[in-house]
């Protein structure tokens, strides 16, 4: 069996990690410390880059995979999305990170 780590040390290595880089990370909702589902809405300089999801892959692992509208739809539409999220999921976290490369850099910390 493959051990994990919880949600809490997850989100609390990437800012950490962020911050320690020269970058911003911020969590905007507290899901569940153990299995809360991670969101992750990156940016690059204050801009939007996309928002992502991290869901376990077929080889015991995980990965970040790009969720809700993309970035050149209606700029509301991401607020909306995510505000749909945490209604539906009172588990979830939602992390802002801002740093270059972000993407990159939350599947090198949390996947």
Request: charged share 25%; proline share 4%; aromatic share 6%.
């Amino acid at each position: 069996m493959t051990e994990r780590l919880a949600s809490h040390m997850l989100a609390s290595a990437l800012i950490k990690r962020a911050g320690q880089a020269g970058g911003f990370a911020m969590i905007l909702n507290k899901g569940d410390a153990i299995s809360g589902v991670i969101l992750v809405q990156c940016l690059e300089r204050g801009q939007k880059t996309g928002l992502f999801e991290r869901v376990p892959d077929y080889e015991g692992g995980y990965r970040l995979l790009p969720c809700g509208p993309t970035n050149d739809s209606d700029p509301d539409a991401g607020n909306q999305y995510m505000a749909r999220r945490l209604r539906s999921d009172h588990d979830l976290w939602l992390i802002e990170l801002d740093i270059a490369d972000a993407e990159r850099f939350a599947a090198e910390t949390i996947c």
